[in-house]
Structures are given as structure tokens and as C-alpha cells.
């Protein structure tokens, strides 16, 4: 096998949303874009295809049309190693779109997003059942999240 690609069904917004992506990424780039033709299905000019890259992974946006929209059961997890990180994705995304609970957001194009800080995955991992619950509970009562919240939750229990 070459390469595996997440694969995003748009109406008309594939480009501008692969832009908007690719510029939240210090690596993002889109590496290719094409068009329809006469052969349609879609009007001849219109974007059909953007290929770009996000943190290394390849992405496919497509101007399908409007006869599927984006839903929870799929989204993209962004582990973040700061609070700064955290605080740039989210209002980036949320900027258009919607906040929701656990770190999960949709954007403005309605693209599930979960803004996630590496250090949320180390706690839960704690071999000690207290401090993994603590930070799951804490996470569970965020929006954004919050690494000082969290660590302050797990830290307030103490060690066994």
C-alpha cells in the first residue's frame, strides 16, 4: 500500500476550508487543487479536489455537493503539548463554529474538531485508578480544556 487520507465531503467549500486548515498549521500546505470539467457531475470550473497536509497527515476535500453533511461519529484530534496551543486552535475553530463539551468543537464548516493537550492522555494513563478518574471527571465538566484544571483535579487527590 502507497498512502492512507482522511477524506472530506464539502458543498462548495473545499478550497477555502483546506486554506483555513493549512493556515492553522505551521506545516500546512495545499499541494493540489483541480477542477471539473465538462464531464461534470458538478458545473465545469468549480473546485472538485484539494489535496493538503496537516502535521504531516493527507487530506482530500471535495466539493461533492450538499447531499452529505458532517457529523460527530468522525473527527479530527489535535494533541497539543500547551495551554497556548489549545487556546490558538480553539478559537480559531470555534471562530464561525460551535464550542462543545470535552474538548470537542465543529467548525464553521461543521467539521468535528476535539482540541486535546497531550498531557490530558498521560493522566488518564495514570496506573493509579483515583488520578485517572480525577482527570477524566475534569475533562468531563470542560468545554475547552483547561491544563491547569486538570492537573489541579488530579493533584487534589493526591497519591496512593
Request: aromatic residues 12%; glycine residues 10%.
Amino acid at each position: 500500500m502507497h498512502d492512507i487520507s482522511t477524506f472530506l465531503w464539502f458543498d462548495t467549500e473545499a478550497e477555502e476550508a483546506a486554506r483555513f486548515y493549512t493556515s492553522l498549521f505551521d506545516d500546512g500546505e495545499v499541494t493540489y487543487v483541480d477542477h471539473y470539467g465538462s464531464a461534470g457531475p458538478r458545473e465545469a470550473g468549480l473546485v472538485r479536489t484539494v489535496r493538503f497536509t496537516l502535521l504531516g497527515r493527507s487530506f482530500i476535500a471535495l466539493n461533492g455537493g450538499s447531499d452529505y453533511a458532517f457529523n460527530e461519529a468522525v473527527s479530527v484530534l489535535v494533541h497539543c503539548d500547551t495551554q497556548e496551543e489549545v487556546d490558538a486552535l480553539w478559537a480559531a475553530l470555534t471562530d464561525g463554529g460551535e464550542p462543545g463539551p470535552c474538548g470537542w468543537l465543529k467548525d464553521r464548516y461543521g467539521l468535528s474538531w476535539q482540541v486535546v493537550p497531550e498531557l490530558f492522555f498521560e493522566l488518564i494513563g495514570d496506573p493509579d485508578p483515583v488520578r485517572s478518574e480525577a482527570a477524566m471527571a475534569a475533562m468531563l465538566s470542560m468545554g475547552k480544556l483547561d491544563i491547569g484544571g486538570i492537573r489541579a483535579a488530579v493533584d487534589a487527590v493526591g497519591t496512593r
